[in-house]
């Protein structure tokens, strides 16, 4: 687990070593990546290659080692080094879980679960590729959160037991709560915000399951005091569900609302850029944390 090389492997070595340990040592975290059956040639043909070592710096040694090996690699600390198999196994598990419930579904409704694969498979520039893979928001919009529901809808009626696509809402509901004590762990009560993006996406005024909705009443309801600048968001042209959603879930949003040069010329003990709309600002000095880099 992370925090072996230092908290066991290391002191080891030190009960003897004592001072001189990195000088007389080289301690290098270098996890495999080989599949049963397929060692030697997923050796010389690894997906990729990872050095851990104390101070996150490329290892001599470990290059010779791999020399003449073409693959990406990556030289971190060992923490970084040590997490990676059970995040590329946990993920491997996610997948194959995430199929078998999908084919739960199919059998379940005469559904070919083999045409919907290749179909699913087909789509390289979203399904299968770094695409939201990258900790970061929640999911959120008019599109994921309302197809998930659906989805599990459907997986109940027909008996499917699909529950890692149950758990998707709850754990999205986890992250933005997570975000939000993030944000605001260090701030003293009655603390002035700015959140620069209320809307799902930057240049739009889809308000519908926006994260960053939830963020701002989050914020209310602790105390806080907000203002919110969305250059694209006018409320007085909200309309249809996009304008139930906002005040349903935010009743005070025309009056948080503020313009360009309000933000500019406010002070803020903490400025929250929920999306691209920071952009829009120079605020020189101030606390800006990223929604998007607190996973």
Known sequence: RPGTMEQLVAPIFQTTLGDELY????????????????AIQDYFNPPKIVVGTY??????????????ID???????????????????????????????IGRICHQMD???????????????????????????PFGGSCLPKDVRALQHISTDVGANTHLIDTLIRTNEAHKLYQFQEATKA????ARILLAGVAFKADTDDLRE???????????????????????????????QNLGYAYSNLPTLNKLL????EAESRS??????????????????ANIISVGTMA
């Open 23 to 38: 000088d007389r040592v080289e301690l290098v975290y270098n996890p495999e990546f080989l599949r049963e059956g397929t």
């Open 55 to 68: 101070d996150g710096q490329p290892s001599e040694r470990m290059e010779q080692l791999h020399k003449g």
């Open 71 to 101: 693959a990406p690699v990556f030289h971190v600390k060992y923490r970084e080094s040590e997490i990676t198999k059970f995040v590329d196994n946990t993920w491997h598990a996610a997948k194959v879980a995430f199929a078998n419930e």
């Open 111 to 137: 559904i070919s679960a083999q045409q919907v694969h290749e179909i699913f498979k087909s789509d390289t520039k979203l399904n299968l590729s770094a695409y939201y893979t990258r900790p970061g928001g």
């Open 187 to 190: 701030l003293a009560p009655g």
């Open 210 to 240: 926006s994260p960053n909705l939830d963020l701002a009443r989050r914020i209310l309801e602790a105390g806080y005091e907000l203002d919110i600048f969305d250059p694209s968001l006018i409320a007085d042209r909200l309309v249809g």
């Open 258 to 261: 503020i313009s360009k040069e």
């Open 268 to 285: 803020y003990d903490l400025v929250v850029a929920a999306n691209a709309s920071i952009a829009q600002l120079t605020l020189n000095g």
